[in-house]
């Protein structure tokens, strides 16, 4: 059992078009991080959110920390093709445990 | 200036071997990770350091065992690779240790493969 699930775990759509991605957990969290990884390169950093209910905007992409911190979801606008790679949520704090993942794939 | 860089990017060898992962991070971070991304894409922490001191083991076989020379360097050791180790690995670094909002910095990863 993974202690954060994402969903979908592939989505593929067209260039334009606006998705949401969910990470959801039965565990409080005090903070939690998104990380995008493109193909054969290392995750990045996007945010880290820490409050409930917390919005966080990072030019198209909007993170969402949920009200009971418990889950947080990430909404892209007008999706472009550098938006493909590999999207992961974190929390932790000594070490990092990392969601499933979602596969994004965006076609021009 | 690459932040943490890894060698080699990629690594194949038979079963039985022993084989070594350098990463070097430049940033003047106190904590360094290994962490194995297996094929389905899940990424799980193996090690980490804090100025050098191991601080995490996560029940990771005896046959890897990390050595950090000094605080910019993690390396990783490989005794009798086994096919279940194909994966990539991917070193990382933070400021410091235990501070949730920290952020990680990865290098680009090295992948094995055991034939």
């Known amino acids: 059992t993974q202690l954060l699930e994402q969903s979908p775990q592939f989505l593929s759509i067209q260039e334009g078009e606006n998705l949401t991605v969910y990470c959801n957990s039965s565990?409080?969290?005090?903070?939690l991080q998104w990380y995008r990884q493109e193909p054969g390169e290392g995750p990045v950093l996007l945010v880290t959110?820490?409050?409930?209910?917390e919005v966080k905007k990072l030019k198209r992409l909007t993170f969402q920390f949920g009200d009971a911190r418990k889950d947080s979801s990430l909404h892209i606008t007008a999706a472009q093709p550098g938006d493909t790679g590999l999207y992961l949520c974190?929390?932790?704090?000594?070490?990092?445990?990392f969601g499933t993942g979602t596969r994004l794939t965006i076609i021009p | 200036d690459t932040a943490v860089s890894q060698t080699p990017k990629y690594l194949v060898t038979q079963m039985g071997n022993d084989k070594s992962i350098k990463c070097e991070q430049n940033?003047?971070?106190?904590?360094m990770y290994w962490y194995k991304q297996d094929s389905k894409k899940f990424l799980k922490i193996m090690f980490s350091?804090?100025?050098?001191?191991?601080?995490i083991n996560e029940t990771v076989p005896n046959r890897f065992s990390p050595k950090s020379p000094d605080k910019a360097h993690l390396n990783l050791h490989i005794n009798s690779l086994e096919l279940g180790d194909s994966a990539v690995y991917f070193c990382?670094?933070?400021?410091?240790?235990?501070?949730?909002?920290?952020?990680?910095?990865f290098g680009p990863g090295t992948r094995l493969t055991v034939l």
């Open positions: 990382a670094s933070s400021p410091r240790l235990a501070v949730q909002t920290d952020t990680q910095y």
């Open positions: 565990s409080v969290f005090s903070s």
């Open positions: 959110v820490v409050t409930g209910g």
């Open positions: 974190a929390f932790g704090n000594e070490k990092l445990t």
């Open positions: 940033l003047g971070h106190d904590t």
């Open positions: 350091y804090n100025n050098k001191e191991l601080i």
